[in-house]
Nanobody
Framework: QVQLVESGGGSVQAGGSLTLSCSASGRTPPPYCMGWFRQAPQKGREGIATLTGDDITLYAESVKGRFTITRDNARNTLYLRMDNLRPEDTAMYFC???????????????????WGHGTQVTVS
Protein backbone atom coordinates (compact mmCIF):
# COMPACT_ATOMS: atom_id res chain seq x y z
CA GLN A 1 0.00 0.00 0.00
CA VAL A 2 1.02 3.54 -0.70
CA GLN A 3 -0.25 6.43 1.38
CA LEU A 4 -0.45 9.90 -0.14
CA VAL A 5 -0.94 13.08 1.86
CA GLU A 6 -1.48 16.46 0.23
CA SER A 7 -0.67 19.80 1.82
CA GLY A 8 -0.18 23.42 0.88
CA GLY A 9 -3.72 24.42 0.00
CA GLY A 10 -5.28 27.62 1.21
CA SER A 11 -6.99 30.84 0.23
CA VAL A 12 -5.33 33.24 -2.18
CA GLN A 13 -6.31 36.23 -4.25
CA ALA A 14 -6.59 36.00 -8.01
CA GLY A 15 -3.16 36.32 -9.59
CA GLY A 16 -1.44 34.76 -6.60
CA SER A 17 0.53 31.54 -6.28
CA LEU A 18 0.48 28.37 -4.23
CA THR A 19 2.60 25.24 -4.17
CA LEU A 20 0.92 21.96 -3.26
CA SER A 21 2.88 19.01 -1.93
CA CYS A 22 2.03 15.32 -1.96
CA SER A 23 4.06 13.15 0.38
CA ALA A 24 4.21 9.41 -0.32
CA SER A 25 4.84 6.75 2.29
CA GLY A 26 4.41 3.03 2.77
CA ARG A 27 5.44 0.82 -0.12
CA THR A 28 6.69 3.82 -2.01
CA PRO A 29 6.96 2.86 -5.65
CA PRO A 30 9.86 3.65 -7.92
CA PRO A 31 9.33 6.77 -10.01
CA TYR A 32 5.90 5.81 -11.38
CA CYS A 33 3.20 7.92 -12.91
CA MET A 34 1.87 10.55 -10.57
CA GLY A 35 -0.95 12.97 -11.21
CA TRP A 36 -2.79 15.96 -9.82
CA PHE A 37 -6.55 16.15 -10.06
CA ARG A 38 -9.11 18.62 -8.84
CA GLN A 39 -12.81 18.61 -8.14
CA ALA A 40 -14.97 21.70 -7.81
CA PRO A 41 -18.43 21.59 -6.21
CA GLN A 42 -21.05 20.06 -8.51
CA LYS A 43 -18.36 19.00 -10.99
CA GLY A 44 -16.52 15.80 -11.82
CA ARG A 45 -12.90 15.09 -11.02
CA GLU A 46 -10.61 16.78 -13.55
CA GLY A 47 -7.10 15.64 -14.39
CA ILE A 48 -4.85 18.69 -14.58
CA ALA A 49 -1.25 17.44 -14.62
CA THR A 50 0.61 14.16 -14.85
CA LEU A 51 4.24 13.16 -14.55
CA THR A 52 5.52 9.87 -15.94
CA GLY A 53 8.27 7.73 -14.47
CA ASP A 54 10.57 9.34 -17.03
CA ASP A 55 9.51 12.84 -15.93
CA ILE A 56 7.43 13.58 -18.99
CA THR A 57 4.72 16.07 -18.12
CA LEU A 58 1.25 16.63 -19.49
CA TYR A 59 -1.12 19.45 -18.57
CA ALA A 60 -4.74 20.23 -19.11
CA GLU A 61 -5.33 23.21 -21.37
CA SER A 62 -6.98 25.04 -18.47
CA VAL A 63 -3.72 25.13 -16.48
CA LYS A 64 -1.02 24.93 -19.16
CA GLY A 65 1.54 27.70 -18.73
CA ARG A 66 0.39 28.44 -15.17
CA PHE A 67 0.89 25.16 -13.28
CA THR A 68 4.06 23.06 -13.00
CA ILE A 69 4.27 19.47 -11.76
CA THR A 70 7.56 18.24 -10.36
CA ARG A 71 8.85 15.45 -8.17
CA ASP A 72 11.62 15.06 -5.59
CA ASN A 73 12.41 11.36 -5.54
CA ALA A 74 14.73 11.63 -2.55
CA ARG A 75 11.88 13.08 -0.48
CA ASN A 76 9.15 10.91 -2.07
CA THR A 77 7.24 14.10 -2.69
CA LEU A 78 5.25 15.39 -5.64
CA TYR A 79 4.65 19.11 -6.11
CA LEU A 80 2.27 21.33 -8.02
CA ARG A 81 3.36 24.91 -8.41
CA MET A 82 0.35 27.07 -9.29
CA ASP A 83 0.87 30.61 -10.58
CA ASN A 84 -1.53 33.28 -11.80
CA LEU A 85 -4.39 31.60 -10.01
CA ARG A 86 -7.95 32.32 -11.11
CA PRO A 87 -11.27 32.00 -9.28
CA GLU A 88 -12.13 29.06 -11.54
CA ASP A 89 -9.15 27.18 -10.06
CA THR A 90 -11.07 26.92 -6.78
CA ALA A 91 -11.43 23.22 -6.00
CA MET A 92 -10.29 20.34 -3.84
CA TYR A 93 -6.95 19.16 -5.19
CA PHE A 94 -5.89 15.52 -5.05
CA CYS A 95 -2.70 13.68 -5.90
CA UNK A 96 -2.76 10.12 -7.18
CA UNK A 97 -0.36 7.36 -8.12
CA UNK A 98 -0.58 4.87 -10.98
CA UNK A 99 1.86 1.96 -10.63
CA UNK A 100 3.28 2.09 -14.13
CA UNK A 101 5.91 4.31 -15.74
CA UNK A 102 3.51 5.69 -18.34
CA UNK A 103 0.43 7.63 -17.35
CA UNK A 104 -3.19 7.12 -18.34
CA UNK A 105 -4.82 9.99 -20.24
CA UNK A 106 -5.66 13.06 -18.19
CA UNK A 107 -9.26 11.91 -18.09
CA UNK A 108 -8.28 8.52 -16.68
CA UNK A 109 -8.76 9.13 -12.96
CA UNK A 110 -10.40 5.72 -12.62
CA UNK A 111 -7.11 4.00 -13.44
CA UNK A 112 -5.19 5.45 -10.50
CA UNK A 113 -4.77 3.05 -7.60
CA UNK A 114 -3.77 5.38 -4.79
CA TRP A 115 -5.27 8.71 -3.77
CA GLY A 116 -4.72 11.29 -1.12
CA HIS A 117 -7.57 12.92 0.81
CA GLY A 118 -7.16 16.27 -0.90
CA THR A 119 -6.30 19.85 -0.01
CA GLN A 120 -8.62 22.80 -0.62
CA VAL A 121 -7.61 25.71 -2.83
CA THR A 122 -9.80 28.79 -2.83
CA VAL A 123 -9.12 31.72 -5.16
CA SER A 124 -11.06 34.94 -4.76
Amino acid sequence: QVQLVESGGGSVQAGGSLTLSCSASGRTPPPYCMGWFRQAPQKGREGIATLTGDDITLYAESVKGRFTITRDNARNTLYLRMDNLRPEDTAMYFCAAYPRANCPPLGGARFYNYWGHGTQVTVS
